[in-house]
């Protein structure tokens, strides 16, 4: 297997010097499939995690699912969602549910405390235990059982790659990132369900279609404007209170879908228009390649890319600060001792 190649990305200090950085290659593509700039290898292949989450909805929109059962945005939000677990996130899903007649116990994800910081120690403290709805990737499951009962397919191992409803998914994210299913590696995700690794640059075109689908058939590109409308309008299902997809697509105002994924993956999308009148759909694709675990490169990274571009304003910048692109290094006393920035120039 070839290694991807990656390049420095983020650069952090500790006081005078350079302590450490963070490699990674990212691709950023327009609906037509152009390259329009680039870090390390466009072309390394990587799994996408959850990032795959709206593309892996587009079956079940596609095939008017959320119309047969008059679903909400925040109902069709959070099947693109990895949220936090908040009574919010729970109560919208217990509703999906409701409505598609899927079961909590149907969900073959797990359990695991809510990433809700608030709600975890609220649990922890009345000695309740987390259910399947608790778990982040609740909504992507809660929306292939009901793909399952739209198609008529068996609710049994759902998640089994070779299951119709995964086959479907399959070919529709293929599909839209301009691959065959050859050039797609399938592995298992931390819920379990199929996830797919492919080149930056096809996964940014992915999304650069997803948010400007008009070289696609009406009943896609339909589909499309759907998930894209349900995640600008309530970026508060995608992830959570304070979690950077949800203030990223809050500032925004409409014009951008964020949407990030394990191991220091992140995927965004500009919608036409959102850069200058004119300008076209555009995905990008993140790979933090150490895995990013506390999290600070891949919202650096994302920030530095919008502002070279001009997708977002001094203004927007300055509401999305705590995130990057630059960001103070504290020690356990709270004291700057040095500050991380991104390596990038568009």
């Not at 152009?34 to 799994?47: E, N, Q, R, V």
């Not at 116990?105 to 000695?127: A, N, Q, S, Y």
Request: aromatic share 4%.
């Amino acid at each position: 297997m070839k290694t991807p190649t990656y390049t420095p990305l983020v650069v952090l200090t500790r006081g005078p010097i350079v302590e450490s950085m963070h490699y990674g290659a990212f691709a950023i593509v327009d609906s037509e499939g152009g390259l329009i700039a680039s870090s390390g290898d466009p072309l390394a292949t990587t799994y996408l995690r959850s990032s795959a989450k709206p593309l892996q909805a587009l079956p079940f929109i596609e095939s008017k699912g959320h119309i047969h059962w008059g679903l909400t945005n925040q109902e069709i939000a959070i099947m693109c969602a990895s949220h936090t677990g908040t009574d919010a996130h729970v109560q919208v899903l217990a509703g999906l549910q409701a409505k598609t007649g899927v079961s909590e116990t149907d969900l073959l994800c797990g359990v695991h405390p809510p990433i809700d910081e608030t709600t975890r120690i609220r649990l922890l403290k009345k000695g309740q235990a987390p259910t399947p709805n608790r778990h982040n990737c609740s909504g992507k499951h809660s929306q292939m059982l009901a793909l399952c009962r739209l198609t008529h397919q068996p609710l049994e191992n759902y998640i089994d790659p070779s299951h119709p409803v995964q086959q479907q998914i399959l070919t529709t994210f293929c599909e839209m990132c301009d691959l065959d299913s050859k050039g797609v590696v399938v592995g298992m995700d931390g819920c379990s369900a199929p996830v797919f690794a492919v080149p930056l640059k096809n996964a940014a075109l992915g999304y650069a279609r997803l948010c400007d689908p008009h070289s696609l058939s009406s009943d896609r590109a339909a589909a499309c404007q759907t998930i894209t409308s349900a995640m600008t309008s309530h970026p508060d299902m995608v992830s959570g209170p304070g979690k950077f997809d949800t203030r990223l697509m809050a500032v925004a105002g409409g014009k951008i879908i964020s949407k990030g994924g394990a191991e220091g993956y992140q995927q965004i999308g500009i919608l036409p228009g959102g850069i200058r009148p004119g300008s076209p759909g555009i995905g990008i694709a993140i790979k933090i390649s150490d895995g990013d675990a506390r999290g600070r490169a891949r919202p650096a990274v994302a920030l530095e890319i919008l502002r070279q571009l001009g997708a977002l304003t001094p203004t927007d910048l300055e509401k999305l600060a705590d995130f990057g692109p630059r960001f103070p290094v504290h020690n356990w006393r709270n004291i700057v001792v040095g500050e991380g920035s991104p390596l990038i120039t568009l």
